[in-house]
């Protein structure tokens, strides 16, 4: 009874220290980082969805606005949102409506690690824990109103899930809602349905495994339900409003979008180019590991040396989720690409782990060999797996300190997004305080975007520069008489380079790592 309580209580404090490690990188960021152009619209749209929703006026028409983004995570974002103005006034909205989705983070990384420990090891459950805690990446768009964060979190849970679900079959009920809210957050969800297939198929034609089909279609209603009662936008009329919502995506994706991509700018990306994407956001730490084991894998599967159910698992998560996403032609930024950090997290650290006690195991056996004295297996792979975990985790966590911002980390072979990933943030906010800071006396500044981007921007920073200092709004082509101009990396990146007259006068550039966010040019 003691060693259980004991075990109990190191779990405790074991998930509140994983809480702590998520939350402070992601509550700085989420303090420091400007307005990004798609909160300009989520945040405002979920305002009004929260009032529609509390005045029951669901027919109204202002539930189109912005169809093409689900409800669901808009709404948490606007309730944060007006709690942040209740307690903090105007300055709280931003902060409020960040704050909704960094508390979803913590708790999903915690129920992640939870469900991954019979799967990967306690070791290793918690050491993809802090892979994904202290990943520049995902704290980076965590700390944002952004619609991927909830999906990916939905959707990692209910894949780790079905790995319990097949032992015990009623869980298969929660699996489906954990995939209605993932797809209720944001469409590409539906991604996650090949892993959880895949690894179902797996255990039917591997161990014979059997599923009643009265729980499978029950699981396919709850995802149904859930989805459109998450959701309230389709409430009014769902079929017509699921078929705008969805034909957008779908119009979308077959005109294109112009974004800048390894060196050169596309309306299509090339299939398979976003896993070149995720290699680039994350450490060769945590990908060579996770590389490693696959290969393991595949090469112990194809000489019909069936490894662990578990290992089938993670392989089927990592395989799975890839084949589907590395299809998209429209990646507009790196976050399309975010459902695979949980998977990689995870296959990074059992392959850490399997490595640590094998080398363990070699220790010992030569140690009995050569007379060197017992060495303890147990020991061995403690100190080596401390010293692993240590070296994997290290170069993540020196970017959360050392790269401004975070959204400019790259992984050790890549120097910096500019020539090779679409620079996601502006930072407007970071040249004025640089301007601020480095004038004095009445001073006017021209922040140049593309046409309408900036509108809830200039709202909701409309006191972010002293009194002295005057905002004026222009575009690439139409530079208004400043005596600053703020000109963001990602607009040289998609053939909007910085005028010749004015390529001369650079006085400042806003960088985060090796990545320029923005130039100030005087």
């Known amino acids: 009874m003691d060693r259980i309580k004991a075990q109990l209580f190191t ?3 074991g998930y509140l220290v994983l809480v702590m490690v998520t939350l402070i990188p992601r509550l700085a960021l989420a303090h420091s980082l400007d307005l990004i152009t798609d909160e300009g619209v989520y945040i405002p749209n979920g305002r009004k969805d929260v009032l529609l929703l509390l005045h029951g006026a669901l027919l109204n028409h202002h539930w189109l606005d912005n169809l093409e983004a689900p409800a669901y995570p808009k709404i948490w974002m606007g309730f944060g949102s007006f709690i942040g103005q209740w307690l903090w006034g105007n300055a709280g909205i931003l902060w409020g409506a960040r704050l909704a989705g960094i508390a ?18 306690t070791a290793g459950a918690y050491l993809g824990g802090i892979f994904l805690a202290l990943s520049p990446w995902l704290t980076y768009f965590s700390s944002l109103a952004y619609l991927d964060m909830y999906m990916v979190n939905f959707a990692a849970i209910a894949i780790l899930l079905t790995w319990h679900a097949v032992r015990k079959p009623p869980l298969f009920l929660l699996v489906g809602a954990l995939l209605g809210f993932a797809m209720a957050s944001k469409y590409t969800a539906i991604a996650a349905v090949v892993p959880i297939v ?3 198929c797996y255990r039917h034609f591997r161990y014979g495994a059997t599923f009643q089909r009265g729980m499978l279609l029950a699981t396919c209603g709850v995802f149904g339900g859930v989805f459109f009662l998450a959701d309230p936008a389709l409430w009014g009329n769902p079929p017509v409003r699921f078929v705008q919502s969805f034909g957008f995506q779908f119009v979308h994706a077959h005109i294109g979008h112009t974004v800048f991509w390894f060196g050169q700018t596309w309306e299509h990306v090339p299939l398979g180019l976003g896993l070149l994407m995720v290699v680039a956001k994350i ?4 990908i060579i590991p996770a590389g490693g084991f696959l290969a393991l894998y595949s090469a112990r599967a194809a000489l019909r040396r069936w490894p662990a159910d578990q290992h089938a698992f993670l392989f089927c998560w990592v395989v799975g989720l890839s084949a589907p996403l590395s299809l998209l032609t429209i990646i507009v930024g790196t976050h399309y690409l975010l459902p695979l950090a949980p998977a990689i997290a995870f296959t990074a650290a059992r392959g850490l782990v399997l490595a640590v006690r094998q080398s363990a195991i070699f220790v010992h056996n030569q140690s009995e060999q050569r007379r060197w004295g017992t060495v303890s297996v147990k020991k061995t792979a403690a100190i080596g797996l401390l010293i692993v975990a240590l070296v994997a985790i290290l170069p993540s966590a020196a970017a959360l300190v050392t790269v401004n911002q ?12 500019n020539g090779a990933l679409q620079v996601a943030y502006p930072a407007y ?24 981007t900036l509108d809830y921007w200039r709202q909701f920073r409309a006191h972010a520069a002293p009194a002295r200092v005057t905002l004026l709004i222009g575009s690439p082509d139409n530079i208004p008489p400043a005596d600053f101009v703020i000109w963001p990396m990602h607009l040289v990146q998609r053939h909007f380079p910085i005028p010749l007259g004015w390529r001369h006068h650079i006085a400042a550039t806003i960088t985060g790592g090796s990545t320029t966010y923005c130039y100030i040019l005087t």
Request: a negative charge; glycine letters at 10%.
């Open 406 to 417: 975070g959204e400019g980390y790259t992984s050790e072979w890549l120097p910096g997004e």
């Open 11 to 13: 779990s405790q404090v």
């Open 104 to 121: 979803l983070c913590a708790a999903s990384i915690v129920v992640m690690v939870h469900l991954a420990r019979p799967i990967v090891g």
């Open 198 to 200: 895949g690894y179902i």
């Open 429 to 452: 906010l970071d040249a004025l305080v640089w301007v601020a800071r480095h004038t004095h006396g009445p001073v006017k500044v021209a922040l140049i975007a593309l046409p309408y």
């Open 283 to 286: 450490s060769l730490f945590i």
